[in-house]
């Protein structure tokens, strides 16, 4: 079992930076990939970026540019670094985790509880 406790989510303005951070509580974390989804009101979940083990980022052609997802395994923790944020970013941010970034994609199994992030305009 893996617990997932994001932090550092807020309202922030057009154009502000937020970084968000994921704490896992297993030992193994750096077994395991990781990534961030967001889900905005009134719509579906959305995959924002995925990482591997050793630091390999994958975004979602949305993301690219502005979004940067990074880990420090010493720490257990993932961060997602945003820039130039707009109101559309407004969304609650879940970190999630699984064995490979495909199963993050496609359907991972572990969720932390979200953050909300509202970026006003």
């Known amino acids: 079992q893996v617990q997932l406790v994001e932090s550092g989510g807020g309202l922030v303005q057009t154009g502000d930076s937020l970084t968000l951070s994921c704490e896992a509580s297993k030992r193994t974390f750096s077994n395991y990939a990781m990534g961030w989804f967001r889900q905005a009101p009134g719509k579906e979940r959305e995959f924002v970026a995925t990482i591997t083990w050793d630091g390999g980022p994958y975004y979602a052609d949305s993301m690219k540019g502005r979004f940067t997802i990074s880990r420090d395994n010493a720490k257990n923790t993932v961060y997602l670094q945003m820039n130039s944020l707009k109101p559309e970013d407004t969304a609650v941010y879940y970190c999630?985790?699984?064995?490979?970034?495909?199963?993050?994609?496609?359907?991972?199994?572990?969720w932390g509880q979200g953050t909300q992030v509202t970026v006003s305009s």
């Open positions: 999630v985790a699984d064995l490979s970034v495909q199963t993050v994609k496609t359907g991972a199994k572990y």
